[in-house]
């Protein structure tokens, strides 16, 4: 981890007609680090994640990215060109269904080469080796790269779509559940893959999730939503094992609950 | 005066009474013209126009046919080709319709044309400054087929992100081993605007670029034109180490000899026999005439 | 040599001069006139008028008989005639409230004010061939109904004072409406175009769409509110003048839906609307036009977009009899320089596979 924030946000909130989805909340992430925000469903963390990465515009607050060449910027008052040329840069997002973050009908090695297509590579054997070595990067096998995403099982779709976000070395990527639709013995080998691509690469990483197992295993720290605001922060281990808030410890102790 | 050739004539005054000069009036015409003017402005960017209902159906030419209306006047020489020939009848019935609405003078010469209306060729012979030519476009938007959304492709354009596009050329290659587009071959115009320069064989694209002529693409069904002014840069889409290529015959032309041009396949018997001749049925004439003169 | 089939002027010509035989048919057989088109074809007529956005009905019975029958050739006929023509103005909105009523029906209501009006209608004719039809007919005169003395308000507005149905006002920001006669359709599209759209829509694809909400296909839970069908004046305000002035009357079908609606964050659960109109007699083209209107405001009431008749691009860009017929036939057209530029590539690919070459 360095010394310097990578993302600021301030006083979020919004508001879904009379629900109030997220309120005031506030969060810095540190270059190489990776905050899980946990919650119930409902909590507002899917809400939180959204308004972070750009995709939703808060009603109040701000979201800052410090960007590589010009400082800080306002996520939300940016330019749509600017906030795409980020989204296939210096970010990533993963999404929950992988079907939603991959292009279905092309190949594995298409999807992963589009954003470099997209910034301009134009050498057809340069970019399928950057393929191939990053379908590597997420252990499948290079044999794979001609082949649909049709044809994988779900596990291998979440790595695919990993793989394409991680190909032009993003500072920070967003995960929303990401392994939350896979069988158990999947996920915990894709929850160690994250883990070791997260450290070689030291990526700053946003996981929402409402798997403290998960949380435990790749966060640094964690946020604990409910009904939108932020009730307990803190180092992954000192929550998961000291829980302050009430509603921390409900979640601790029904997560412990055979 | 045959009583069909009598009825036919009292039928022209009575059109021509209730039909303004080229069919459309001139309010609709102004509205073009401003698209064209802002197609050329930005080229190769797809401008939203009103096309109206013509008397032929969508599909058939309409955008092509109101550009032609909108720019030709009644010193304009028309030419109309179809697959490169003046004579099929879908050529023949446009080249009527602006013979009977506007009655202005036709050509099947390239070189006296001064306003060529095409569907899914460009003349071989070199085009000239001062040359109009204006495309049928059945589908301006180059990534309807990869993304059929239109709000997303507008905002794809609007923000040069164009990665899906060589996605597909990818997709080609890691496939079949080479780009398999043959024809609507996308093509960046002036280093700006994925471009479809409508369903011309890839063999013409390298007409487009740095032509001296006026390019203009009417698409009625879709309602947008778009162009490609005089002398600007139109580059075909590629990789570095799969580079765009052009299609090469073996064969030369059966009736001229011509190994330049671009060759339909004729099919001569039922035992496989078959011999190629020229698309372009003026190229193809005049260099007959030529050989004959020598 | 064998020189690739052409066409040429004289097929062209020569096709014409059939054309024109067969219209013609039978010439033993009398000759059927335009107004016997427009008087005892109607029905037909007004398609044309609807879908051609024409009211005119003695060209939509030349163009039908012109057209030997074909509602689309004869739409397009009247949409080719109908372009040339130049804008002089528009109209005041139709006071559809004010209709003299030919029919009048709710499903939602057993009375109403004004009343239920059964009106000329197929519904309860149980569809057996008239023999008697096929000799010339004279039908007995119709009784005459009293004239209607009360006024007829719309249904939903009775409901709309209570606040149970939304008010029909325009959405916020909502500017004039365009005119798709002379404005490019862009998307998102306002409800204002979107309407436009449906009223000149073919009326066999709105009846499918509309058909496939009611199938669970983005179910709307409908219930035809009021259909109505009658004469309404037309009015314009000349520029010389400054008041509305009574330039002619035209016949519609108007059908609202109600739908129900549990509401969202921003609004309370009340009853919505969907919207159909079309010229002269066309229920089922104004009720199809208003389920699949009402599916289409999905968006805007904060339900999912999941089935066809909910996607704007989707139904409004596939809508239009003209286009899709068009499109459709164009593949009667040459490809050969497209095709051959694929066999040319297909061939490569099998001599890359391995194939023998053909």
């Keep these: 981890m360095s010394e310097a924030p990578i993302l600021r946000a301030a006083g979020l909130a919004k508001r879904f007609g009379a629900r109030l989805a997220l309120a005031e909340v506030s969060l810095e992430l540190w270059e190489g680090e990776v905050l899980a925000v946990v919650g119930e469903s409902g909590s507002g963390k899917s809400t939180l994640l959204a308004c972070l990465a750009g995709r939703m515009a808060p009603d109040a607050g701000t979201?800052?990215?410090?960007?590589?060449?010009?400082?800080?910027?306002?996520?939300?008052?940016?330019s749509e060109a600017a906030r795409r040329l980020l989204e296939r840069t210096d970010w990533?997002?993963?999404?929950?269904?992988?079907?939603?973050?991959?292009?279905m009908t092309v190949s594995a090695g298409a999807n992963i080469g589009e954003r470099l297509m997209a910034l301009g590579a134009r050498r057809y054997g340069w970019i399928r080796a950057q393929a191939a070595h990053w379908l590597a990067q997420v252990e499948m096998d290079a044999a794979r790269l001609d082949e649909s995403p049709l044809a994988f099982s779900g596990g291998m779709r979440q790595r695919l779509q990993i793989a394409r976000n991680l190909v032009t070395r993003p500072r920070l990527?967003?995960?929303?559940?990401?392994?939350?639709?896979?069988?158990?013995?999947?996920?915990?080998?894709?929850?160690?893959?994250?883990?070791?691509?997260?450290?070689?690469?030291?990526?700053?990483?946003?996981?929402?999730?409402?798997?403290?197992?998960?949380?435990?295993?790749?966060?640094?720290?964690?946020?604990?939503l409910k009904d939108g605001r932020v009730v307990e922060t803190g180092l992954t281990d000192q929550v998961l094992d000291d829980p302050h808030h009430p509603y921390t410890q409900q979640l601790v102790a029904s997560a412990l609950a055979p | 005066m045959s009583a069909r050739a009598a009825l036919a004539a009292v039928r022209a005054a009575g059109e021509r009474a209730r039909y303004n000069f080229a069919y459309l009036d001139e309010r609709t015409k102004r509205m073009i013209r401003r698209a064209i003017l802002k197609a050329v402005a930005i080229p190769g960017y797809q401008v939203p126009f009103a096309a109206r209902e013509m008397p032929l159906p969508w599909g058939w030419g309409t955008g092509g046919m109101q550009v032609t209306a909108a720019v030709i006047g009644p010193q304009d020489v028309l030419k109309v080709i179809d697959q490169g020939a003046d004579d099929t009848v879908n050529a023949v019935n446009i080249r009527r319709f602006f013979e009977r609405t506007a009655g202005?003078?036709?050509?099947?010469?390239?070189?006296?044309?001064?306003?060529?209306?095409?569907?899914?060729?460009?003349?071989?012979?070199?085009?000239?400054?001062?040359?109009?030519?204006?495309?049928?476009v059945p589908v301006p938007e180059p990534m309807q087929r990869l993304e059929p959304r239109e709000s997303e492709t507008r905002r794809m354009h609007a923000l040069a992100d164009y990665g899906l596009m060589h996605v597909k050329l990818y997709e080609d290659i890691a496939r079949y081993g080479r780009i398999v587009t043959a024809y609507d071959y996308p093509v960046i115009v002036n280093g700006r605007y994925l471009m479809a320069p409508s369903p011309i064989p890839k063999f013409d694209n390298p007409k487009l670029h740095m032509s001296p002529a006026l390019m203009l693409f009417g698409a009625g069904r879709e309602k947008r034109i778009y162009a490609v002014p005089p002398y600007t840069r139109v580059e075909s889409l590629g990789?570095?180490?799969?580079?765009?290529?052009?299609?090469?015959?073996?064969?030369?032309?059966?009736?001229?000899?011509s190994r330049e041009s671009f060759l339909d396949e004729v099919v001569t018997d039922d035992r496989g026999g078959r011999l190629y001749v020229c698309s372009d049925t003026d190229w193809c004439a005049a260099r007959r005439a030529r050989a004959d003169a020598r | 040599m064998y020189v690739a089939v052409k066409g040429g002027e004289r097929a062209i010509e020569n096709s014409l001069a059939l054309l024109a035989e067969r219209r013609r048919g039978d010439p033993a057989v009398p000759e059927l006139s335009v107004a016997q088109v427009r008087?005892?074809?109607?029905?037909?007529?007004?398609?044309?008028?609807?879908?051609?956005?024409?009211?005119?009905?003695?060209?939509?019975?030349?163009?039908?008989?012109?057209?030997?029958?074909?509602?689309l050739e004869a739409i397009f006929l009247v949409r080719a005639f109908r372009t040339t023509l130049p804008r002089l103005g528009y109209s005041l909105p139709l006071e559809t409230a004010r209709m003299r009523l030919a029919r009048r029906i709710s499903a939602a209501f057993k009375d109403l004010p004004g009343g239920q009006l059964l009106g000329p209608t197929f519904d309860y004719s149980q569809r057996l061939l008239d023999f008697a039809l096929e000799a010339p007919e004279a039908p007995p005169p119709a009784p005459e109904a009293p004239a209607v003395a009360e006024a007829a308000p719309s249904v939903l507005e009775l409901l709309a004072a209570e606040g149970l149905v939304e008010a029909e006002a325009e959405p916020p920001g909502a500017g004039e409406p365009p005119d798709l006669t002379r404005e490019p359709l862009l998307f998102p599209a306002p409800r204002a175009a979107r309407l436009q759209n449906l009223a000149r829509a073919d009326e066999g694809f709105l009846l499918a769409l509309g058909y496939s909400t009611q199938r669970g296909y983005a179910h709307t839970h409908p219930f035809a509110g009021e259909l109505r069908y009658g004469t309404v004046d037309v009015e314009l305000v000349p520029e010389e003048l400054g008041f509305p002035v009574v330039v002619g009357e035209v016949e519609l079908t108007e059908c609202?839906?109600?739908?129900?609606?549990?509401?969202?964050?921003?609004?309370p659960p009340q009853f919505t609307r969907g919207y159909g109109l079309a010229f002269g007699h066309g229920e089922r083209k104004a009720m199809a036009m208003a389920l699949v209107d009402r599916a289409l405001r999905a968006p805007e009431l904060g339900e999912p977009v999941s089935a066809p008749a909910q996607m704007e691009e989707f139904v409004l860009a596939h809508s239009d009899a003209l286009e899709a017929a068009g499109f459709v036939q164009h593949l009667k057209l040459p490809h050969y320089v497209d095709f051959q530029a694929e066999l040319d590539l297909v061939r490569r690919l099998r001599a890359q596979a391995g194939e023998p070459p053909a």
């Design chain 1, 92 to 103: 990533g997002f993963v999404h929950q269904r992988p079907e939603d973050g991959l292009r």
């Design chain 1, 63 to 78: 979201v800052e990215f410090r960007t590589r060449h010009e400082g800080w910027r306002d996520v939300h008052a940016m």
């Design chain 2, 239 to 257: 990789f570095e180490d799969h580079p765009f290529e052009v299609q090469r015959w073996q064969a030369a032309c059966a009736l001229c000899g």
């Design chain 1, 173 to 224: 990527v967003f995960m929303d559940e990401p392994t939350s639709g896979l069988d158990v013995s999947v996920q915990a080998r894709l929850v160690d893959l994250l883990r070791g691509l997260v450290r070689r690469l030291s990526l700053a990483a946003i996981v929402v999730t409402h798997d403290l197992g998960v949380a435990r295993l790749l966060a640094h720290r964690m946020m604990v």
């Design chain 2, 104 to 136: 202005i003078a036709t050509t099947e010469r390239t070189a006296h044309a001064t306003v060529i209306q095409t569907r899914h060729r460009i003349p071989e012979t070199p085009l000239a400054e001062g040359q109009i030519v204006v495309f049928q």
């Design chain 3, 256 to 267: 609202q839906m109600i739908n129900q609606f549990a509401g969202s964050g921003t609004r």
């Design chain 3, 39 to 71: 008087e005892q074809l109607r029905l037909a007529v007004d398609r044309v008028m609807a879908e051609g956005s024409l009211y005119d009905p003695d060209l939509a019975a030349l163009a039908l008989k012109q057209a030997r029958g074909d509602t």
